[in-house]
């Protein structure tokens, strides 16, 4: 016999860290090669890490909620010797989204997707007594949403709420310890919440944020998107939105302007050659922030085949790493919320993010006359450790002379 140890895994280029959100075994436990042992959340994705090997967990390093290193050791596991020397002495770092399969109806009801899994924790769900709708009675994540769905419509018994009385002893109060009234809900801080919220707060922390926003005419590319929707929905099979062409003229500028396609690394900054775009893009419940690889090679028809790809892929839980590793530079498209100027705080490491506000029309003069035009705001944060007002100045006149340009005749050159 053997020990081994397994790892924490790389989960994107620019994650150092992971934090482990849930186990799904135990010491003692019998596990084959590529079962999943862990859920990890990092700021992007919520990913099951395998086993590397065949065998049984002897020691649980790492604790749930606790931060590991990549290639830090987060568990170890007793192999057969013959299945210690056809290994790889170096853990596999394989991981999947997708949950395996197995024809045994108990391992099958005992295999839980990470969303199981996290809802289970969250909300202190015990599994075992849980009756699943799935396959061979495997337990969905529409049993769990109804199991706490029921919950919320229960309400909250009088013993259950501090009297105001009570609240008069605390001249501060403590995450926690907040007065609650009758129909007050209590939303748990989920994993890939807890995740985010990190990650802002490193971003706010560490990044001296600076903002800049300019104005932008798109009656030009207004009239064009509506001119051709039509023939390209019964052609591609789904709407093209506005977003695509901000993409583009926004990845063009990049090309140009590569400092902004950056990365502050401490004594030195890394200018990316490629240009991959971080887009939000919401499931039901979550924001994740899936790239757009290569945006500046892709025409508009291709930038609006991968958002469209990408948003499906969240709205069905079918987002993988790769989906979400690699971005160089966010765009967020807060115009579908109606808003007209917004700041948005930087996804860290990149050194900027893009806010595309709402289209409104407003009365512009024009030649000394009133004209109805199709106006934008974009607002843009930077990282003013990496860049400056000059350069980043330069690159939003740019974008917005792509823009304020793009109609019928110029799009193809971009």
Not at 255 to 276: C, E, V
Not at 358 to 384: E, G, Q
Request: charged share 25%; net charge negative; glycine share 6%.
């Amino acid at each position: 016999m053997a020990i081994e140890k397994i790892t924490m895994p790389k989960l994107g280029e620019s994650v150092t860290e992971g934090m482990v959100n849930t186990w799904l075994v135990q010491v003692g436990d019998h596990v084959n090669k590529y079962d999943p042992i862990a859920e990890v959340l990092t700021d992007k994705v919520n990913a099951e890490v395998p086993s590397s090997f065949t065998g049984t967990i002897t020691e649980i390093m790492a604790k749930e909620g606790d931060t590991i290193l990549v290639g830090d050791t987060i568990c170890s596991i007793e192999t057969s010797e013959a299945a210690s020397n056809s290994a790889s002495n170096k853990p596999e770092e394989k991981v999947e989204q997708i949950d395996s399969t197995n024809d045994d109806p108990i391992s099958m009801k005992k295999r839980y997707s990470p969303v199981v899994a996290r809802l289970a924790q969250e909300h202190g769900i015990d599994l075992a007594k849980v009756t699943g709708s799935g396959r061979e009675g495997r337990i969905t994540r529409k049993d769990m949403e109804k199991i706490i769905h029921d919950r919320h419509e229960q309400p909250i018994r009088s013993d259950q709420v501090k009297s105001k009385d009570e609240s008069f002893d605390q001249t501060i109060p403590q995450p926690g310890s907040l007065e609650r009234n009758h129909g007050d809900t209590i939303v748990p801080v989920s994993g890939i919440r807890k995740a985010i919220a990190n990650n802002m707060i490193t971003s706010k922390n560490e990044i001296p944020h600076a903002w800049l926003q300019v104005e932008v005419d798109v009656t030009n590319l207004v009239a064009y998107r509506n001119k051709i929707k039509a023939s390209f929905k019964q052609e591609e099979g789904f709407n093209l939105t506005f977003f695509p062409f901000f993409i583009k003229a926004i990845a063009t500028a990049l090309k140009k302007y590569p400092q902004l396609n950056s990365t502050w690394a401490g004594n030195h900054i890394i200018q990316h050659k490629d240009i991959h775009i971080s887009i939000a893009v919401a499931n039901e419940n979550e924001l994740l922030v899936p790239v757009i690889k290569n945006a500046d090679e892709k025409s508009i028809k291709g930038i609006a085949k991968d958002i469209h790809d990408l948003a499906h892929k969240a709205r069905t839980d079918a987002l993988t790493i790769k989906d979400m590793e690699g971005g160089t530079f966010t765009i967020n498209n807060t115009g579908t919320f109606g808003s007209v100027s917004s700041m948005g705080i930087i996804n860290y490491p990149q050194a900027a993010i893009m806010q595309v506000e709402t289209i409104v029309k407003r009365p512009v003069i024009i030649d000394n006359m009133f004209a109805a035009r199709d106006m934008i705001n974009l607002s843009l944060s930077l990282d003013h450790r990496v860049l400056d007002g000059l350069v980043c100045g330069r690159f939003l006149a740019y974008v917005k002379e792509i823009l304020e340009n793009m109609n019928e005749d110029t799009e193809r050159i971009y």
